[in-house]
Nanobody, 119 residues
C-alpha cells in the first residue's frame, strides 16, 4: 500500500514563499512521474508541476518562473518551492505520483495541504 504524505502548507502573505514536501511510504515504488496539483474552491483540479524520473519538468504558464519542482528519487520524495506567491495561488495542493504496473499506469494522491496567500 502506497501513501503520499504532504507537508509544508500554511498561510503566507503575497510575495512570500513556501516549500511543500511529499514523501511516499509503503513498498514497491518505482514511480514514473511525481508532481503537484491544486484545487481552489469552485474550480477544477489543475497541474502545478510534475517531474519524471529522468528529470523532465512541466509547469503551466501560471506558475512558470515562480515555482520550482525537485525530486529525490532514492527517497521517493518530491518538493515544490513556491516563490512570489499570489492570492490566486490559494488552493489545496495535492501530491501525485504514478507508476506502470505492467498493464497500465496506477495513480496515487496525497490527502492535500492547504496553501493560503493573504495579507
Amino acid at each position: 500500500q502506497v501513501q503520499l504524505v504532504e507537508s509544508g502548507g500554511g498561510l503566507v502573505q503575497p510575495g512570500g514563499s513556501l516549500r511543500l514536501s511529499c514523501a511516499a511510504s509503503g513498498s514497491g515504488f518505482g514511480f514514473n512521474s511525481m508532481g503537484w496539483y491544486r484545487q481552489a474552491p469552485g474550480k477544477e483540479r489543475e497541474l502545478v508541476a510534475d517531474i519524471s524520473t529522468s528529470g523532465n519538468i512541466h509547469y503551466p504558464d501560471s506558475v512558470k518562473g515562480r515555482f520550482g519542482i525537485s525530486r529525490a528519487n532514492a527517497q521517493n520524495t518530491v518538493y515544490l518551492q513556491m516563490n512570489s506567491l499570489k492570492p490566486e495561488d490559494t488552493a489545496v495542493y495535492y501530491c501525485h505520483a504514478d507508476r506502470w504496473d505492467g498493464r497500465g499506469y496506477v495513480e496515487y494522491w496525497g490527502q492535500g495541504t492547504q496553501v493560503t496567500v493573504s495579507s
